[in-house]
């Protein structure tokens, strides 16, 4: 049995925050550097775009490892990689290749392995919440944001369900706009493209 964390030793902790500004603190606060996240929304919505956008900027506080379940190194990877402008932070942003979770693991267990883990998505990695679980729990100084699919305004399948509720922050994208509820704060919406959004929204 753990013991129990008194009052005055919860209150002292030294909770690692991550140092957001700009649009980034008022979307999302200044969220943890471990726990997991959960991304979901219908297709071309801009799902993938605010993956990397975010991707590159947690790049500023650790290694960022993307594993492209879906689409892997494919010409569309490589044409959001360059919209993106993932250049400025090449050092510091791997993709993964369609890494299956046993090898994304043994990346893991690795010295200097990544801070941050994308992984796209739930539905293609195939994981039980159980797995999720232990992928989280098993690296309590990592942070996970675990991208879905969705069926309708919800996440696709039981296990995405399940994550959302666990998820610190859960971001519902629609419209080149992100919606969040983050347990750190912002609130405020988080424009991915604003052109597509203008468009989206206004017609």
């Known amino acids: ?12 902790a030294n909770h690692k925050a991550l140092e957001f500004d700009g649009a980034w603190l008022n979307a999302i606060g200044k969220p943890e550097r471990r726990g997991s996240w959960l991304i979901w929304g219908n297709s071309a919505n801009g799902k993938t ?44 942003v791997l993709l993964l290749d369609q890494e299956p979770l ?29 797995q999720y679980k232990q992928l989280r729990d098993g690296y309590p100084n990592k942070l996970f944001v675990l991208i879905s699919h969705a069926d309708g305004k919800e996440p696709a399948g039981r296990v995405a369900k399940q994550i959302r509720y666990d998820a610190f922050v859960k971001i519902w994208v629609e ?6 509820q983050s347990r750190y704060g912002g609130g405020a919406e988080y424009i991915i493209w604003p052109e597509g959004a203008d468009v989206y929204w206004n017609e």
């Open 1 to 12: 049995m753990k013991r129990a964390v008194s009052v005055t030793e919860l209150i002292h």
């Open 49 to 92: 775009r605010f993956a990397l956008q975010l991707a590159k900027y947690l790049a500023n506080f650790g290694k960022v490892a993307y594993n492209a379940m879906e689409e892997g190194a494919s010409l569309s990877m490589k044409n959001a990689f360059i919209q993106t402008n993932m250049k400025e932070v090449k050092r510091r």
């Open 102 to 130: 046993n090898e994304l693991i043994e990346r893991l267990n690795k010295h200097k392995s990544p801070h941050f883990v994308i992984i796209d998505s739930v539905q293609y990695t195939g994981m039980s919440y159980y």
């Open 175 to 180: 419209g080149y706009k992100a919606f969040i």
